[in-house]
């Protein structure tokens, strides 16, 4: 994806009339802690500022050890949810096998 204005590439989510942006690499980093961890893994859905379950894939998307050093959203207040919008990107790519309901993630390929 090009740059727009010298802006790093992103992934914006359209839910109703609300929009959120996520820095685009964190598809692949996501990937490829997925591909290290091979087990199952709780998505953690929240909210930012919300507590999130440990170990889980939202735990480790606002985590200053992960690869962009903390948040991977772009927009202040909404920076959370990167679990929920962004995994599923992952499965539509063929990247992971998932059950939604269980709320559960795991690296597939």
Do not use: C
Request: charged fraction near 25%.
């Amino acid at each position: 994806m090009a740059r727009r204005n010298g802006e790093a590439p992103k992934l914006v989510v359209q839910v109703g009339t609300t929009k959120l942006a996520y820095q685009l690499r964190g598809i692949d980093d996501l990937h490829a802690m997925l591909k290290k961890h091979t087990d199952w893994m709780p998505l953690g859905n929240a909210d930012e500022g919300k507590p999130v379950t440990a170990g889980s894939v939202e735990a480790w998307a606002r985590d200053a050890s992960n690869p962009v050093g903390g948040y991977y959203g772009l927009r202040k207040g909404y920076r959370g949810r990167f679990a929920n919008y962004v995994s599923p990107v992952l499965e539509l790519l063929g990247w992971r096998n998932s059950s939604m309901g269980r709320g559960t993630t795991a690296f597939a390929r």
